[in-house]
Nanobody, 123 residues
Framework: QVLLVESGGGLVQAGGSLRLACAAS????????ITWFRQAPGKEREFVAA????????YYADSVKDRFIISRDVAKNTVYLQMNILKPDDTAVYFC????????????????WGQGTQVTVSS
């Protein structure tokens, strides 16, 4: 069983920053890629950023490239999403997900999911 728990969401003004964390059970870090998705009200879940098991490869959606940074701390079994220059369009519930193997942007490729953390960006 792979357990993922997100934290760090909240309310922030446009232009501000937040750092999300995805704490994984130890087993989740052995060969798993970890990805952040988000889902806004009335919209489909969309890919945000992904990182492979070693942290050597990352992948970003065009909408967040140059603003968000994904990283992982293997010792803490945690993946982070540093979100800068936040916009109202970034408002959503953010989920982390895990899969074995390489990076994928499709949510259907992920077997394990956290419960999500709400991010709200006010204008």
């Amino acid at each position: 069983q792979v357990l993922l728990v997100e934290s760090g969401g909240g309310l922030v003004q446009a232009g501000g920053s937040l750092r999300l964390a995805c704490a994984a059970s130890e087993r989740a870090f052995g060969g798993y890629s970890i990805t952040w998705f988000r889902q806004a009200p009335g919209k489909e879940r969309e890919f945000v950023a992904a990182i492979n098991w070693s942290g050597g490869s990352t992948y970003y959606a065009d909408s967040v490239k140059d603003r968000f940074i994904i990283s992982r701390d293997v010792a803490k079994n945690t993946v982070y999403l540093q979100m800068n220059i936040l916009k109202p369009d970034d408002t959503a519930v953010y989920f982390c997900a895990a899969r074995t193997g390489g990076l994928r942007s499709q949510s259907r490729s992920y077997e394990y999911w956290g419960q999500g953390t709400q991010v709200t960006v006010s204008s």
